[in-house]
């Protein structure tokens, strides 16, 4: 790492010099005798020359040697060195997204000082909203699930090679017996269901995997969908032979990039091996056709695939924008601890646009007529094992619409606490198309916003919080019109 920087430094600084002097590359070659293609790969930090080109460079740039050989930056090009130094260009997935680093280099090169005041501004805000390295993973990892509209196809395939392999029917939801002889026979583990009781600080964990002895300690209150689902996303990991992983469920911190998508991928598997593609498609067409909406059929797919809800609505986002192009969705999940009056969002998704409920880290107050917060209100108070409900959400302030299906659960690890998971589909021409109960009577419309402090509804008898962004924004308004009105009147 050391050598690289030393090329990359080198060659910003030449390239600095060489434009202040209004030289292209042609020029600086014609003035030195070097290629062209010489100098290109040096100031791209690929090649550093030799004693006697430094020397020659030096004096046709009419630049002192020691200040092109050393180190230390100028003020222009501080903040290149820094970012060079620093671990971001490593930690930055940039391969994901089709970027080259050499060409990040190249823009922070070219305008140092104002791409330092963008990366700057970006600090200053992940501060701000409390946005440490991995709430930036994750929402890289996001930003990747979105841009592929959460389908894998190569994960999907990956699935059916590994079930036609091992003799497993895709025509129901392996157990996870099944799933348990495999990992001990094929994989060589040993599963422990009696080492995490011991300790009172792991109770939120459900499983770690020992590497060296291949051992995988399974927290013994799980239920069979857990289990089942914790069992088939080991599988995944072997399978995919994927390296970089983490070792606990639920993670404890990610230490890289790699680690936070090869944990995408093997969840992503185990998904796709609980819920099978071509019967969960089935069921979907079924319920689609249903003239009146089925409340009971998403408890019901619960039981028939032993997979939780969350699992359930997760499968539903890959299958449902790329096998009936209902595109427009998002994912949320919510936490609520019992007898308090908060409610946060502890994970989403948004395909083809950022949809109108999403997260928001200014603890404002999220809609109350959200069905994603009633459910959890429900259960709270009848502690059902699983709640659900569905209502059409209406967004005055953007016109956009939404079927969304919601189930709360109590959350089997910590006390008094409880989540929904909610599916939101927008409301167009091709949802009106494939779904037949759109217009069912049963499901309730309610006009809602995102936050009390934005929202518009004069009338609402949950409103935990006057619109005071709204208001200010209101204000603003009516100042600007104001002035303008001035400016025609004097101007």
């Given at each position: 790492?050391?050598?690289?920087?030393?090329k990359?430094?080198?060659g910003?600084?030449?390239?600095?010099?060489?434009?202040?002097?209004n030289?292209?590359?042609?020029?600086?070659?014609?003035l030195?005798g070097?290629?062209?293609?010489?100098?290109?790969?040096?100031e791209?930090?690929?090649?550093y020359p030799k004693?006697?080109?430094i020397?020659?460079?030096?004096?046709?740039?009419e630049v002192?040697?020691?200040n092109?050989?050393?180190?230390k930056l100028?003020?222009n090009l501080?903040?290149?060195?820094?970012?060079?130094?620093?671990?971001?260009?490593?930690?930055?997935?940039?391969e994901?997204f089709?970027?080259k680093e050499?060409?990040?280099?190249d823009?922070?090169a070219?305008a140092?000082?104002?791409?330092?005041?963008f990366?700057?501004?970006?600090?200053e805000?992940?501060?701000?909203?409390?946005?440490?390295?991995?709430?930036f993973?994750?929402?890289?990892?996001r930003?990747?699930q979105?841009?592929?509209?959460?389908f894998?196809?190569?994960?999907?395939d990956?699935?059916?090679q590994f079930?036609?392999?091992?003799?497993?029917?895709?025509?129901q939801?392996?157990?996870?017996?099944?799933l348990?002889?495999?990992?001990?026979?094929e994989?060589?583990?040993?599963?422990?269901?009696?080492?995490?009781?011991?300790?009172?600080?792991?109770?939120n964990?459900r499983s770690?995997?020992?590497?060296?002895?291949?051992?995988?300690?399974?927290?013994?209150?799980?239920?069979?969908?857990?289990?089942?689902?914790?069992?088939?996303?080991?599988i995944?990991?072997n399978?995919?032979?994927?390296?970089?992983r983490?070792?606990?469920?639920?993670?404890i911190?990610?230490n890289?990039?790699?680690?936070?998508?090869?944990?995408?991928?093997?969840s992503?598997f185990a998904?796709?091996?609980?819920?099978p593609?071509?019967?969960?498609?089935?069921?979907v067409d079924?319920f689609?056709?249903?003239?009146?909406?089925?409340?009971?059929?998403?408890?019901?797919?619960?039981n028939?695939?032993n997979?939780s809800?969350?699992s359930?609505y997760q499968?539903?986002?890959?299958?449902?924008?790329n096998?009936?192009?209902?595109e427009?969705l998002?994912?949320?999940?919510l936490?609520h601890k019992?007898d308090?009056?908060?409610?946060d969002?502890?994970?989403?998704?948004?395909l083809?646009?950022?949809?109108?409920p999403?997260g928001?880290e200014?603890?404002?107050?999220?809609?109350?007529?959200?069905v994603?917060?009633?459910v959890l209100?429900?259960?709270?108070?009848?502690e059902?094992?699983?709640?659900?409900d569905?209502?059409?959400?209406?967004y005055?302030?953007?016109?956009?619409?939404?079927?969304?299906?919601s189930?709360a659960?109590?959350?089997?690890?910590k006390?008094?606490?409880?989540?929904s998971?909610?599916?939101g589909?927008?409301?167009?021409?091709?949802?009106?198309?494939k779904?037949?109960?759109l217009?069912d009577s049963?499901?309730?419309?309610y006009n809602?916003?995102?936050t009390c402090?934005?929202?518009?509804?004069?009338?609402?008898?949950?409103r935990q919080?006057?619109?005071?962004?709204?208001?200010?924004?209101?204000?603003?308004?009516?100042?600007?019109?104001v002035?303008?009105?001035?400016?025609?009147?004097f101007g």
């Amino acid at each position: 790492m050391e050598e690289e920087y030393i090329k990359l430094i080198f060659g910003l600084k030449l390239k600095q010099v060489r434009t202040k002097r209004n030289l292209s590359l042609f020029g600086l070659a014609k003035l030195t005798g070097l290629s062209k293609s010489y100098l290109n790969e040096i100031e791209k930090g690929k090649k550093y020359p030799k004693t006697d080109k430094i020397a020659l460079l030096a004096e046709k740039l009419e630049v002192p040697y020691d200040n092109l050989v050393s180190l230390k930056l100028d003020k222009n090009l501080a903040p290149v060195g820094e970012l060079l130094q620093s671990k971001v260009l490593k930690e930055l997935p940039l391969e994901l997204f089709g970027i080259k680093e050499s060409d990040l280099i190249d823009i922070v090169a070219n305008a140092p000082t104002k791409v330092n005041a963008f990366i700057s501004t970006i600090i200053e805000i992940a501060k701000h909203y409390n946005f440490g390295k991995e709430n930036f993973y994750l929402a890289a990892l996001r930003s990747f699930q979105e841009a592929s509209n959460n389908f894998f196809p190569e994960l999907e395939d990956a699935v059916l090679q590994f079930a036609k392999a091992y003799q497993i029917d895709l025509a129901q939801s392996p157990t996870s017996k099944e799933l348990e002889e495999i990992l001990v026979e094929e994989y060589g583990y040993t599963i422990n269901t009696d080492e995490l009781t011991k300790y009172r600080e792991l109770d939120n964990l459900r499983s770690i995997f020992i590497p060296k002895t291949k051992t995988l300690l399974v927290a013994d209150h799980i239920d069979e969908a857990q289990r089942t689902f914790i069992y088939a996303k080991e599988i995944g990991y072997n399978y995919l032979d994927i390296q970089e992983r983490l070792y606990t469920f639920t993670w404890i911190k990610f230490n890289n990039f790699d680690q936070v998508l090869n944990n995408f991928y093997a969840s992503y598997f185990a998904g796709a091996l609980v819920i099978p593609r071509q019967v969960i498609k089935k069921h979907v067409d079924a319920f689609l056709a249903k003239p009146k909406f089925d409340k009971t059929f998403l408890t019901g797919l619960k039981n028939y695939y032993n997979a939780s809800p969350e699992s359930l609505y997760q499968r539903l986002t890959n299958i449902l924008p790329n096998d009936y192009q209902l595109e427009n969705l998002f994912f949320l999940r919510l936490a609520h601890k019992k007898d308090t009056n908060r409610f946060d969002i502890t994970k989403e998704l948004h395909l083809t646009h950022h949809h109108s409920p999403h997260g928001n880290e200014t603890n404002e107050k999220y809609c109350r007529r959200w069905v994603s917060i009633r459910v959890l209100q429900d259960i709270a108070k009848t502690e059902e094992e699983h709640h659900m409900d569905a209502q059409i959400s209406h967004y005055p302030n953007d016109g956009l619409s939404y079927l969304i299906f919601s189930s709360a659960t109590v959350d089997p690890f910590k006390k008094n606490l409880y989540r929904s998971v909610s599916l939101g589909l927008q409301i167009n021409s091709e949802l009106r198309k494939k779904v037949a109960f759109l217009n069912d009577s049963s499901i309730k419309t309610y006009n809602v916003g995102v936050t009390c402090e934005r929202c518009s509804i004069a009338d609402c008898d949950v409103r935990q919080s006057p619109p005071t962004i709204l208001t200010r924004q209101e204000r603003n308004r009516k100042t600007e019109a104001v002035v303008e009105t001035l400016q025609q009147k004097f101007g």
